[in-house]
């Protein structure tokens, strides 16, 4: 009977510590994310508008008090990792007293980037995205053999330069333009060399391409790229670490690209700005109008 009654109270001081962080994420502002159908609901809902299930965070951040998410290791309030449990970079379990994992050997403190001296909690740099374990450059390397990883370079490549392409939108400037083709034609012949057109790529410098003809060759060429993230899109995994050190292996080259994560449904520069990575995502090819979370 006695044990009965303390069970009761101890259920209900976990929904009293529940409600009031949920009062918490309300008066901040922050979107309640619904933890089963991952549905954004309003920041004082208690139970979800799609699925019912019973909303509200969880945890508190050890570093800044901000509400977090019960399954979330990082607080994209501070920027802080808060899984003090489970090493940052290998996702090995940790005692809190060891300064070191026992597992990979990384510090608590974390790793300099050597690009951009960046203070970095992961095994890739959140700022520049570059590779810092060797366990991460090895994962990189086998990554980029995949031919999937292959396609996205070229594609991401070709976007680059046609974002590159100035257009000829009036006749002068079409016949500078077709001059100058003329003139680049004939040093090839001179020198020998192939002309772009042959070449594997059919991402050449057309000259007198007008706006709209540009504008339509990057719109075809966006597609053809986010055809090939859609495919890789991460499904739910169990352990954050591992999740985020798989995605970053495999991110494109391209700074017009970003992480659309399950959590929250917003865009992040890259999964090492978002708290739950484990609830899966995909990498997006950046618009002109995408809004990218300020991640660092």
Not at 79 to 97: D, L, M, N, W
Not at 118 to 126: E, G, I, K, V
Not at 149 to 171: C, G, R, Y
């Amino acid at each position: 009977m006695e044990e009965q009654k303390e069970q009761q109270r101890y259920q209900t001081l976990q929904e009293e510590q529940q409600q009031a962080q949920t009062d918490i994420a309300a008066e901040a502002g922050l979107p309640n994310v619904c933890p089963h159908c991952k549905t954004i609901n309003e920041p004082d809902a208690l139970f979800c508008e799609e699925c019912g299930t019973a909303l509200g965070h969880s945890k508190l951040c050890p570093h800044c008090s901000q509400p977090l998410d019960l399954l979330a290791d990082f607080c994209e309030h501070c920027k802080s990792y808060v899984c003090p449990q489970r090493c940052s970079f290998c996702g090995a379990s940790i005692a809190e007293t060891d300064a070191f994992c026992p597992e990979c050997g990384a510090s608590r403190e974390g790793i300099i980037c050597p690009a951009c001296h960046t203070r970095n909690p992961f095994s890739y740099c959140r700022v520049c995205g570059i590779p810092l374990t060797e366990e991460a450059i090895h994962q990189s390397k086998l990554a980029h053999e995949e031919p999937m990883w292959k396609q996205m370079e070229e594609l991401s490549t070709e976007l680059e330069i046609l974002n590159k392409i100035i257009p000829a939108d009036t006749n002068r400037q079409i016949d500078r333009n077709q001059q100058n083709e003329e003139l680049c034609r004939r040093v090839r012949d001179l020198l020998g060399q192939e002309h772009p057109a042959n070449r594997r790529s059919d991402i050449t410098l057309r000259l007198g391409e007008t706006s709209e003809e540009i504008e339509g060759r990057i719109a075809a060429k966006r597609k053809e790229l986010q055809d090939l993230l859609d495919a890789i899109a991460v499904q739910p995994q169990e352990n954050p670490v591992l999740t985020r050190n798989f995605v970053m292996a495999r991110k494109p080259v391209s700074n017009r690209i970003g992480w659309k994560c399950n959590f929250k449904q917003v865009v992040h520069s890259s999964p090492c700005g978002c708290a739950c990575p484990q609830l899966g995502g995909k990498w997006v090819v950046l618009g002109n109008d995408t809004k990218v979370e300020d991640d660092f």
